[in-house]
């Protein structure tokens, strides 16, 4: 299901949709059926599996520190640094892979800040 993730763009929609995948497909090899009524965290708990979203998100952040530490010749790298010219399209812009590896971590500080200032009051 991950398989060249490591540069995929997710939104909300696909993120669910990756979720009820791997949750439908837990529940088979559990042979739970959804009117057993079991939550997914325990279906989890049981199989010892992560969000798949989580997982990919994970993923992701290893590839960019793969892409990192190449030489400035190999092509990954060069995607990765590639300023477009030229005019934007009319309208929202696209979701793009590095804006979105811009905005987890921007998330991660933010947590890691507050939860500093949480221990600060101990």
Request: glycine content about 4%; some cysteine; charged content about 40%.
């Amino acid at each position: 299901m991950k398989f060249g993730s490591e540069a995929w763009v997710l939104k909300k929609r696909e993120e669910q949709r990756l979720e009820a995948a791997q949750m439908k497909f837990l529940r088979h090899v559990l042979e739970i059926i959804k009117l057993d009524k079991e939550k997914n965290q325990c279906i989890r708990g049981k199989t010892g599996a992560q969000s798949i979203v989580k997982e990919i998100k994970q993923y992701q952040e290893k590839w960019l520190q793969h892409v990192q530490r190449m030489d400035t010749n190999r092509i990954p790298k060069q995607a990765l640094q590639y300023k477009p010219k030229g005019r934007k399209n009319i309208g929202r812009l696209r979701k793009r892979w590095r804006d979105q590896l811009h905005l987890r971590i921007k998330e991660q500080e933010t947590c890691q800040t507050l939860h500093e200032h949480d221990n600060d009051d101990d």
